[in-house]
């Protein structure tokens, strides 16, 4: 069993197609392209955690899910339907995950600070569409930074490892200040 992060697909939601320019023609091509690239990584045992914004059409996220490897996880965006349980292994609007040693904080939103921020944990959201820049040991798992594929917990630890901690107590060098 692997995890996997993801966030913001916007299944049924045609305006994203031209909001966040995607290379797609229509929703159908979007999704079909989604499915492909999501199973072509994800296997059938393993954990996935969608950071939100799953559908905009409610309607049409079981029928998204159900096409999908994976067990399904729900951290809710402010477009998700409440209370999809029967869909989801779990949901909630934020959680925090322990993989191989490593904390994982899931939320939709991006945060400054995070549970266990200062010792160490990772920062996983989505919301913002590939538009702000990480935070320290934070990263935009959302599809449109990456390639419209989930995104493995190692990669984030890869590119966010050598970030440095978020101490609320003190000023880290690695701020910067205008």
Known sequence: MSVWFTADEHIGHKNVLHLMDRPYRSEAEMEDDFVARHNAVVGKGDRVYHLGDVSFKDHRTRMYIEQLN?????????????????????????????????????????????????????????????????????????VDGNNFTPVHYTEVIAKREDCGFVDPHERNSLCQSE
Not at 78 to 99: F, P, S, Y
Not at 101 to 116: D, I, K, V
Request: charged share 15%.
């Open 70 to 142: 994976g067990q399904h996880h729900l951290i809710r965006g402010n477009h998700d339907a409440k209370k999809q349980t029967a869909l989801w292994a779990w949901e909630g609007l934020a959680k925090m995950v322990k993989i191989d040693g490593h904390l994982f904080y899931c939320s939709h939103y991006a945060h400054r600070t995070w549970p266990q921020s200062h010792y160490g944990a990772y920062h996983c959201y989505g919301h913002s569409h590939g538009m702000i820049d990480p935070y320290f040991r934070s990263m935009d798992v959302g």
